[in-house]
């Protein structure tokens, strides 16, 4: 009997069928269109742009423009790229404009998909990017899709890293900006860095379309992006205590591979102890766990952790004396990102590596937080449906699986579960070699580099010809994937996800095209064209015939959708296929989820050695072993998400006053606030309000003003004065404040001061809020803690957090008030010897002895790459330069050479303070 949701799903269809359906109407529109636009000329296409950005302008919803907005994009694709959009394309783009995930099998174009939504959003003015996994993606993609926007007359941009600040400018000021999930974060948190709007470089957050979605707001999301600067170097320290690891046996600590955490046991702390008086690295009288003892258990905590749960090959390689973290999504090397909280450094003394020094953190965001700025938020994946949960509660993304345009003919296999890796292996070969010999090509998954060799060994002991794509060979990655859907080929792949190249059976015609006609310069290239189009169509037969490309998995991932996105790459508009995943009980998840009760089992039913057990039972239940790790994950993410929100708030006030103070005129009014708030608070501090005359504290008082208001003024004298109360003394400190700071203003000149405000106020802001995340991130490490005392860690965080915030705000404001009061023009004579200094310092520079000496800014660097060294030379003064008088300093930028010629940037010269 059929129960009553199957009837109801039915009758009604599902909610995903009736989103399908909705959708339908306005796919009829934009395909009715298309006759009408067919007939524009090319100008056509761009005056119609013009007409639809008018109409939005006056008042016309996206919505309302969306059918005829979609067929000039499709038409604009026809005539720029030779390719007309399918129905199911058209439709994906409407879920997109509506703020949804698209799931979209792989070869469904997901990047023309994308182009619609961005066209439409784009006509409102607002920016739109698109975001990619990986720099190769953002260019080639841009580059692309570029084609069809430049035929509408819109403007593409290209954001990637190390790219000069004006092209960045340009590339944010596109209509449609590609680039990639690191680098529009980095890029927001740097510009919260900048003082001056003019080098900002990001014009907001309109529209984003998300490609690889799950990839970037899931798989990256846990950890979070830092900028970073360093601090004091302490290599010693790491070198003394990775030689502790390799002492450590599996009785000193207990590893949890569920949790990925390792900890010590009770005999561990007992060794630790002893092994560390004895190297004298904690003192005899200390104990292990005295407070005083913090930071090195954290680095011994660290050191065990490179040592037990960071292997190589696998976690990271190591290339040119460093340590190169490799993405475990999609095994790519992640070149310039590093692990935090000394974990990186650790990793570099285990493998004998130059030790960099640590970093503080100048200013970080996670990636949830980030694209949640969006105003609206959209993506794009052949995958999403298992995480549907996460994007609904983290981001409010629904998604909307879209069908693809042929049906799917690939044959989904069930799992064979073996007792033993070595049989497991054994029937990989016999299975690669079977198909290999009957020209059908295959794709081999595996989970690290190290079982990617380890097979490519297997293969070449058994003379199989086959290719290697893993981290160590990406250079050669389009070229691999090309040659994989050819007769017969075999490729052993380390993780596919995000590849962004598809594999096209018999082989990527283009990139035969371009081979042919390399090795035959002298022959015309349509004929070449035509000879390897028709040999390519006869293989292309030949291949499908053997049954088109054979995905073989040597193990499941953790995550269902990393197993889905491996099938995925065969079968693409419904060219044949078959996938399978080969497992045994000594693989990782296996092995970590049970694997004892089905090894008894399998033992009880007399299986022999090399037989596998295939049974739909068996995918269902590692299935569900899949769903337990992805719910723990999630949790971890949720969970950073909370902690990480307490300090999002913060980060929005302090960033909006930045931005608030740099798109002021002048800053003069907020000083004086602050400079009589802390006037407030001097007075209520040494002059309580029901404090008798005789218990007011004067003398300290008017210390307090010299040193942080810069006043000598005889508050004693006006307290003794006959009536005299609180509010008076503070009136009369107001007023001598204020006429202090007018004497100055007038001594330097208007503008000048208020520059020196501004400056001041953005540069005390920065220095406070780095100051504040160093104490969170103390603060977060032992919050933890609290639980054992039956308080909650993320409500004592949020309390605590509130506190240091509050903190923050009131010292900035005495900071402040203590610099403005302190600065000063610089007298005759000082002006005079810093001319010397200067003039002395020009002809050591051009002295021909001595090359320049390079200074090191302190540019943002960490997860993102090193600070850069800037060579300085000294130059002649700017006609005209007179050091005392601003005005003859012309109005140089903050990143332009100082006029008096010393050779340094503005700002970090006469532009400081």
Known sequence: MLGFKTVARKVFGTPNDRKIKATRPTVERITALEPDFHK?????????????????????????????????????????????????????????????????????GKTLVATFPAYLNALSGDPVHIVTVNDYLARRDAEWMGKVFAALGMTTGVVVPQQPDAEKKAAYKADITYATNNELGFDYLRDNMKSELSEMSQRGHGFAIVDEVDSILIDEARTPLIISGPSQDRSELYQAVDKLAPELTEEHYSL???????????????????????????????????????????????????????????????????????????????????????????????????????????????????????????????????????????????????????????????????????EKFDAIVAAIREAHERGQPVLVGTTSIEKSEMLSRFLETAQIPHNVLNARHHEQEAQIIADAGKVGAVTIATNMAGRGTDIKLGGNVEFKVMEAIAAEPETDPE????????????????????????????????????????????GRQGDPGRSQFYLSLEDDLMRIFGS??????????????????????????????????????????????????VMNDQRKVIFGQRREIMEAEEVGEIVRDMRHQVIDDLVDTYMPKKAYADQWETEALAAEARDKLGLDVPVEQWAAEEGVDDDDIRERLYKASDEFMAQKAAAFGPETMRNIEKQVLLQTIDQKWRDHLLRLEHLRSVIGFRGYAQRDPLNEYKTEAFQLFSGLLDGLRGDVVQKLSQIRPLSEDEQKQMMEQLLAQQRQMQ????????????????????????????????????????????????????????????KHCHGSL
């Open 40 to 108: 524009l000329s090319d100008e056509g296409l761009i005056a119609k742009t013009e007409e639809l950005r008018k109409r939005v302008a006056e008042g016309e919803s996206l919505d309302e423009v969306l059918p005829e907005a979609f067929a000039n994009c499709r038409e604009a694709a026809r005539r720029a790229l030779g390719l007309h959009a399918f129905e199911v394309q058209l439709m994906g783009g409407i879920f997109l404009h509506q703020g949804n995930i698209a799931e979209m099998k792989t070869g469904e």
């Open 256 to 422: 949890d591979e569920k949790q990925r955490n390792v900890t010590f046991t009770d005999e561990g702390n007992e060794f630790l102890e002893q092994r560390l008086h004895e190297m004298g690295l904690l003192p005899e009288d200390q104990p292990l766990y005295d407070p005083e003892s913090t930071t090195i258990v954290h680095h011994v905590n660290q050191a065990l952790k490179a040592h037990v749960m960071f292997n190589k090959d696998k976690d990271y390689i190591v290339r040119n004396g460093e340590v190169v973290l490799i993405d475990e999504f999609t095994g790519r090397m992640m070149a310039g990102r590093r692990l935090s909280d000394g974990l990186h450094q650790a990793i570099e003394a285990k493998e004998g590596c130059k030790i960099q020094p640590e970093n503080v953190t100048l200013a970080s965001v996670t990636f949830q937080n980030y694209f949640r700025l969006y105003d609206k938020l959209s993506g794009m994946t052949g995958t999403a449906a298992t995480e549907a949960e996460e994007f609904m509660t983290i981001y409010g993304l629904g998604v909307v699986e879209v069908p693809t345009n042929v049906p799917i003919a690939r044959a989904d296999e069930d799992d064979q579960v073996f007792r033993t890796a070595k």
């Open 527 to 570: 004929e070449i064209r035509k000879r390897v189009e028709a040999q390519h169509a006869a293989e292309e037969q030949k291949v499908k015939d053997a049954g088109g490309l054979f995905v073989l998995a040597t193990e499941r991932h953790e995550s269902r959708r990393i197993d889905n996105q491996l099938r995925g790459r065969s």
């Open 596 to 645: 004892e009760r089905l090894d008894k089992m399998l033992t009880r039913l007399g299986m022999k050695e090399g037989e596998a057990i295939v049974h739909p039972w068996v995918n269902k239940s590692l299935e569900k072993a899949q769903a337990k790790v992805e719910g723990r994950n999630f949790d971890i993410r949720k969970q950073l998400l909370k902690f990480d929100d």
């Open 847 to 906: 002295a021909p002895a001595e090359a320049p000496q390079a200074a090191r800014q302190p540019e943002p660097a960490g997860v993102n790459g090193g600070g850069a060294a800037v060579a300085e030379a000294a130059e002649a003064p700017r006609p005209g330069f007179v050091e005392s008088d601003p005005a003859t300093w012309g109005n140089p930028g903050r990143n332009e050479p100082c006029p008096c010629g010393s050779g340094k940037k503005f």
